[in-house]
């Protein structure tokens, strides 16, 4: 070939996918070129945005712009090509051996002229591509600087976000440990107020054992029941009917109040029963003294020589002591154990079932005898019917 392709071999001017000289050059961003056409096909092809020639990946299709130097170039070296083609055939044909007629000087100045323009031509090529290279490289430079800084600009944001997320996940976990501590807390008190219930339910079971060894037998006086009253033969079960019966009207009898004292009294000592009031919505229960008023209406209060404590609307228990007490029940009572100690002024009453204390009056003053009283209500349509058993007292265990 001629003096140019010294500078610049045909390689240079290759596609290396067509392996044809460069139509419409593109270059990518790992620098190197392929004829647009050619890289758009294989990039449609191929999955991955990869470079044919160093296999570099992009991790998005880069977008493509046609090098009008390479363009350039690739064009003078395809018009260079067919120069030197059509000139080496002329040549050739000149001295081919057997033709006679010699070259002129003419043409001989002519060709030396030709092949001094290519020189200086790809001199100035060479020289423009000088240019355009450090062009390119003065681009690549701001390109990797602007990529650089973007990606210490991504590097920054991502140890933030990081930090962030961290900083976020700490006070959450601070939050769990707190609310974790805070369960310990409600969860150690718990089990201190179970321990302390457990130690108050035996003292309480103790004190009921003690006082159930002061249990005696109690039976109703029908001589001081109120007319509507039903006791059982035993004299162990009271319930108020409907119809009044016709009874002697004697000083021990209620002739109003829908009351009834026991046989049995006691002046001095201690003593204890139980009763079962059980699906009942109304009672009540206690001791009165032996003088106390039995006609008419009854104001129940240790004044007047009562002390008892009372069921009323199914739900709400009060001690009458005038003013009377609201009781605030953990359960429902199905048996009420009475204790009195007669030198001590105390009246007691118990859950029996619970082993819980219900109420006391302390302080009492005692003088006369004391009856166990019993009031089973009115039968209320039926919603009242059960009655008020005196129970025979079993040990708790």
């Known amino acids: 070939m001629s003096a140019a392709s010294c500078l610049l071999t045909e390689d240079q001017f290759l596609c290396s996918i067509c392996l044809d000289v460069f139509t419409d050059p593109v270059s990518t961003p790992c620098g190197h070129n392929f004829c647009k056409i050619c890289i758009t096909k294989h990039w449609n092809v191929d999955v991955l945005y990869k470079c044919p ?8 299709r880069p977008k493509l712009q046609v090098n009008t130097f390479i363009s350039e170039m690739a064009a003078q070296f395809r018009q260079s090509v ?13 001295s081919k051996p057997g033709d006679a007629v010699p070259l002129k000087d003419a043409q001989i100045q ?11 031509e790809m001199k100035r090529s060479v020289k423009l591509s000088k240019k355009d290279a450090a062009r390119e ?7 990797f600087s602007a990529l650089k800084e973007s990606v210490e600009r991504s590097q920054a944001e991502l140890i933030d976000t990081i930090k962030e997320k961290q900083r976020e996940t700490e006070k959450q976990a601070e939050g769990f440990i707190k609310e974790l501590e805070q369960e310990i807390s409600e969860l150690e008190k718990r089990s201190s107020e179970e321990t302390l219930s457990k130690q108050m339910k035996k003292l ?38 409907y119809v009044k019966k016709n009874l002697p009207d004697n000083p021990e009898r209620f002739d109003t109040c829908a009351n009834v004292l026991a046989k049995q009294h006691f002046s ?16 009540d229960l206690g001791v009165a003294r032996e003088t106390i008023s039995r006609k008419g209406n009854i104001k129940l209060s240790p004044q007047n020589g009562y002390w008892t404590i009372c069921l009323r609307n199914n739900n709400k228990y009060k001690a009458c002591a005038g003013p009377s007490v609201r009781l605030s029940l953990k359960c429902r009572p199905e048996k009420v154990g009475v204790f009195v100690d007669y030198e001590e002024g105390l009246v007691s009453f118990y859950d029996v079932d619970a082993a819980a204390l219900i109420y006391s009056f302390t302080g009492c003053c005692f003088t006369q005898k004391l009856y166990p009283y019993f009031c089973p209500s009115l039968n209320d349509g039926g919603k009242n019917s059960a009655p008020l058993i005196i129970s025979p007292v079993n040990q708790t265990e």
């Open 137 to 143: 490289i003065a681009a690549g430079v701001q390109v």
């Open 53 to 60: 020639n160093c296999k570099e990946v992009f991790n998005t």
């Open 82 to 94: 067919q120069q030197e083609a059509s000139s080496s055939s002329s040549e050739h044909h000149v």
């Open 110 to 120: 002519q060709m030396i002229q030709k092949r001094r323009l290519k020189i200086q």
């Open 268 to 283: 001095s000592g201690r003593f204890y029963y139980e009763v079962q009031v059980k699906e009942k919505t109304e009672w």
């Open 204 to 241: 309480l079971l103790a004190e009921l054992k003690r006082v159930q060894q002061y249990a005696v037998d109690v039976t109703l006086d029908p001589d001081t029941a109120q007319p509507n009253l039903i006791l059982s033969g035993d004299g162990k079960k009271v319930n108020c009917g």
